[in-house]
């Protein structure tokens, strides 16, 4: 289904308020407006932590303070941000009955601050801590203040509770996300070019099952070509604003500006 002519952000409300079971892929895009920068691209932070050397199971388990330098970072960027009004249109459509469940990517629980219920989180929350030894865990505010690092009742230091390079995703969440995929009968993709492994799979599994594909970034991805019906660019809180107005009443007029 690839649709054309007309207003695109309206013509994929209309799908939504008519399906009324949609499910939310979203990714680093999402919380850009949150002060969050993506982990890719000139400011990200891979620019100045190399993954392989910061961001892998294999460098926390032999430098794990090292690693902590990027942690540290990351808790304290996504410690003080707040959702956006995309996270917060999000779960007014969960209210509505438009969508069923948001998919992310993403560590901050900016998802859940901005009221969604049905959050699957693909590569863990940075508000919990997890000893990698004996597996006991904390809330991230019980156990880390700015410049430490984090230690267990046992003596070992705490990993944050995300998914690292070469750690698997959680099965269950990765069964959940799956399942809401075969079933949706919209996926909206939104901040994510949906290129890493298995999260890439989500939009190829709704699509072959029938759902229509509605991506919402500033510029075209990999998805646009060969997954995507409808493409709409722009920010996402802006895009989700005009989203959730025209699924309550598509004949409303926006005025632009």
Known sequence: MRTGGGDPIRE?????????????????GI??????PSFRGSQ????KYDPMEYAT???FMQSPRKVWEMLTEMVSVC?????????????????TGVVRAVITQNVDGLHQAGGS???IEFHGNLDELICVYCWKRYPTRDRWTPGSVPLCDCGEILKPN????????PWLAQEQAEEEARTCGVLVVIGTSAQVSPACDIPRIAKESGAAVVEINPEETFLTGNVTDIHLRGSASEVIGKIVIFSRDPTLQIPRG
Do not use: Q
Not at 79 to 95: D, M, Q, R, V
Not at 162 to 167: D, N, Q
């Open 162 to 169: 995300v998914v690292l390079f070469g750690e698997p995703i």
């Open 79 to 95: 410690g003080f941000a707040s959702p956006n009004a995309a996270h917060k249109g999000l779960a007014t459509l969960e209210e």
């Open 44 to 47: 990200g932070m891979w620019a």
């Open 57 to 59: 199971l294999h460098a």
């Open 31 to 36: 919380s850009v407006e949150s002060g969050i």
């Open 117 to 119: 219920r049905r959050v």
């Open 12 to 28: 994929a409300a209309r799908i939504l308020a008519e399906r009324r079971n949609a499910v939310v892929l979203t990714g680093a």
